[in-house]
T-cell receptor, first 115, second 115 residues
């Protein structure tokens, strides 16, 4: 079974600073995708960024980027120039063709952004 | 606008009663999913369906039932057999014909409280 581990239950960052959220996963499959979702206080799940396992180049979306280390099965999220609106729960998720393509989530990291 | 609609937003149930949570999508997605979210637990898969009239158990299906009579609808029934039903429930959908790289879209959730 695939497992996703987020080892940081809570993180804090000052506005305009950079923060990195950690995620590791365990799988025996070769074809899979990795995602970071954000859940603000409204509890709406919002896709932040995605990474294909076959691509060596790390994905980037504006202030959000990932550090994908396939051999180490690590998929960290870096948020640059943090903003107050970045405060939320962040979930790392794994997806493959198993279980109807369902996302398999980590337990989440709560990010606090201080002025 | 296309999207996923969950209703109601808040639901109260007396112990021993069954209750049904609604999930409707107009995105023409084949796959639909139900997740349960508890504090510190992330999102856990209850049931999923890839096609009408077919569905599969996820990791925590005990005490729940679903149906998929229409492509657009995937209601979840929380039965009296579910020992700890108080939680936040999220429904999601996703196309599967385009592979695992496509994101899943989420509803706004239903908060179920047993009183």
């Amino acid at each position: 079974a695939q497992t996703v581990t987020q080892s940081q239950p809570e993180m804090s960052v000052q506005e305009a600073e950079t923060v990195t959220l950690s995620c590791t996963y365990d799988t025996s499959e070769s074809d899979y995708y990795l995602f970071w979702y954000k859940q603000p206080p409204s509890r709406q799940m919002i896709l932040v960024i995605r990474q294909e396992a076959y691509k060596q180049q790390n994905a980037t979306e504006n202030r959000f980027s990932v550090n994908f280390q396939k051999a180490a099965k690590s998929f960290s999220l870096k948020i640059s120039d943090s903003q107050l609106g970045d405060a939320a729960m962040y979930f790392c998720a794994y997806r493959s063709a198993k279980a109807g393509y369902a996302l398999n989530f980590g337990k989440g990291t709560s990010l606090l952004v201080t002025p | 606008d296309g999207g996923i609609t969950q209703s109601p937003k808040y639901l109260f149930r007396k112990e021993g009663q069954n209750v049904t949570l609604s999930c409707e999508q107009n995105l023409n997605h084949d796959a639909m999913y139900w997740y349960r979210q508890d504090p510190g637990q992330g999102l856990r898969l209850i049931y999923y369906s890839q096609i009408v009239n077919d569905f599969q158990k996820g990791d925590i299906a005990e005490g729940y039932s679903v149906s998929r009579e229409k492509k657009e609808s995937f209601p979840l029934t929380v039965t009296s057999a579910q020992k700890n039903p108080t939680a936040f429930y999220l429904c999601a959908s996703s196309p599967i014909d385009r592979g695992i790289n496509t994101e899943a879209f989420f509803g706004q959730g239903t908060r179920l409280t047993v009183v």
